[in-house]
């Protein structure tokens, strides 16, 4: 059970570059996010899917793009990177709630750090 | 809309003390709340999770509250050693489309003298 993987680990894009940051969870969890961190700053949801082909916004969508073909992947996809795009960015995943009543946690990966030049 | 506090944003503590982190949030409907740990350059490691339903959760030397009616939670680290530091995250989980999502405090940085 490896849990949120994430891949690359570490990535440097020049401007306009586009990439796809990969996260896969084997825990068979319907709902699954992507945040950034920046410095010293909370962290940001960009998008978010409560299962396999539903895909919302977060509070920093814009300049990123999902897809969720599989309940296990949840690719994040930068299209022309610009350098506010420096960040680290973690994908996380949880269990459906039992309705009203028990709500579960997030499981973080291990983030992939992406530097915008 | 939902805003998560925590304070201090830095701590310095020498070893064996106990310590008590905050976090508060200007919603109280909230569906339950996480703490994290964070070690530099790494990702968030689930402490403690609390339903909306209980008062506090307890596991070895952590004890996290709750208390809704006033929008407060706080991280008990008992004895404190050099390993415990990291930057300590609390996320509330709000409810929205049926659903929840996590809103991120800032952070508490602590580090623990030896």
């Known amino acids: 059970n490896a849990g949120v993987t994430q891949t690359p680990k570490f990535r440097i894009l020049k401007i306009g570059q586009s990439m796809t940051l990969q996260c896969t969870q084997d825990?068979?969890?319907?709902?699954m996010y992507w945040y950034r961190q920046d410095p010293g700053m909370g962290l940001k949801l960009i998008y978010y899917s409560v299962g396999a082909g539903i895909t919302d916004k977060g509070e920093v969508p814009n300049g990123y793009n999902v897809s969720r073909s599989t309940t296990e992947d949840f690719p994040l996809r930068l299209e022309l990177a610009a350098p506010s795009q420096t960040s680290v960015y973690f994908c996380a995943s949880r269990r459906t709630e039992v309705s009203g009543r028990i709500g579960y946690g997030y499981t973080f990966g291990s983030g992939t750090r992406l530097t915008v030049v | 809309k939902q805003e998560v506090t925590q304070i201090p944003a830095a701590l310095s503590v020498p070893e064996g003390e106990n310590l008590v982190l905050n976090c508060s949030f200007t919603d109280s409907a909230i569906y339950n709340l996480q703490w994290f740990r964070q070690d530099p350059g790494k990702g968030l490691t689930s402490l403690l999770l609390i339903q909306s339903s209980q008062r506090e959760q307890t596991s070895g030397r952590l004890n996290a509250s709750l208390d809704k009616s006033s929008g407060r939670s706080t991280l008990y680290i008992a004895a404190s050693q050099p390993g415990d530091s990291a930057t300590y995250l609390c996320?509330?989980?709000?409810?929205?489309?049926?659903?929840?999502?996590?809103?991120f405090g800032t952070g508490t940085r602590l580090k623990v003298l030896a």
């Open positions: 996320a509330v989980a709000y409810t929205t489309s049926g659903t929840y999502k996590y809103i």
């Open positions: 825990m068979n969890h319907n709902y």
